[in-house]
């Protein structure tokens, strides 16, 4: 059996701890995905997914539990350590670029993530043209635009430019954090279309959280629900192919119907002890 591409181990995380507004976030996850696994997670806000990436990025430090990218355990690594490895992108298609550089310069320094050369000096020609090639694969003629300052390109095109940006180091991770929220419609397609075609291209082992059950129904090999800092539900192979929005929705009632009898009960529990 191959090694796992990411293993989480008994995480855990709580929020304002010992404080009225303590929150346990993370409830002892455990989590394998396999390489080339295309996993899309789902829950209401507050569920605990953007949690999870955090801890995955390394951008939070889980209290408890450990995480390993291939095999290696990068639980202590700091985001910048993990950033060969782990390649993220955010919700923001604003968040992702440096607005003031060029097409071409910020590739370039997508290129260096995780070294300790920076830009530092002209693109060699040859660089330049391999990257320009790179672009190509958007087929949205940035091509012809590498010296254009990325704070003129539209918001879906930076958020396009930001995903091929987290692939010019092939990453044994990549993090998806509601990367078409910010988007119109056409757009969100455009990169969704994109998105399945570097994934299955590359077979990138992929985590992609998202609101959109439709969304989850239709991309990735396997489905997440988390609910309360746990993972609720896990769908995959038949259960996977064979789900509907319809299925993801009523699971979701399940589980609210489940907080309303918890909340109910401590509620008769609270007031015998009055």
């Known amino acids: 059996m191959p090694e796992a591409a990411l293993e989480i181990q008994r995480l855990a995380h709580t929020f304002n701890r010992g404080t009225p507004y303590e929150s346990m976030a993370l409830r002892g996850v455990d989590l394998t995905l396999e390489p080339g696994a295309f996993v899309v997670v789902v829950g209401s806000n507050g569920s605990g997914k953007s ?145 399945q075609g570097f994934v299955s291209a590359g077979r990138l082992t992929t985590l992609m959280v998202t609101h959109s059950m439709p969304q989850a129904v239709r991309l990735g090999t396997r489905i997440l629900m988390m609910h309360r800092g746990e993972v609720a539900y896990d769908l995959s192979g038949a259960q996977k192919r064979r789900a509907r929005v319809e299925d993801l929705l009523a699971r979701f009632e399940e589980l609210r119907r489940s907080d309303m009898l918890d909340d109910s009960a401590t509620a008769l529990l609270q007031r015998a002890y009055v």
């Open 51 to 195: 949690t999870l990436l955090n801890a995955i990025a390394g951008s939070l430090r889980a209290e408890t539990g450990r995480i390993l990218v291939d095999g290696t355990d990068v639980t202590d690594w700091p985001v910048h350590r993990r950033a060969r490895l782990v390649a993220r992108v955010f919700q923001d298609p604003f968040g992702g670029t440096a607005a003031d550089l060029s097409v071409v310069e910020n590739l370039a320094i997508a290129a260096a993530r995780g070294s300790r050369r920076g830009l530092g000096r002209p693109l060699a020609s040859a660089r330049r043209a391999e990257l320009g090639v790179a672009v190509q694969q958007l087929g949205l003629g940035l091509e012809e635009r590498l010296d254009t300052p990325v704070g003129l390109l539209s918001g879906g095109q930076r958020q396009a430019l930001t995903l091929l940006m987290a692939m010019v180091v092939r990453p044994s991770l990549l993090l998806l954090d509601e990367h078409t929220a910010s988007l119109d419609p056409r757009s969100a397609e455009q990169l969704l279309r994109l998105t």
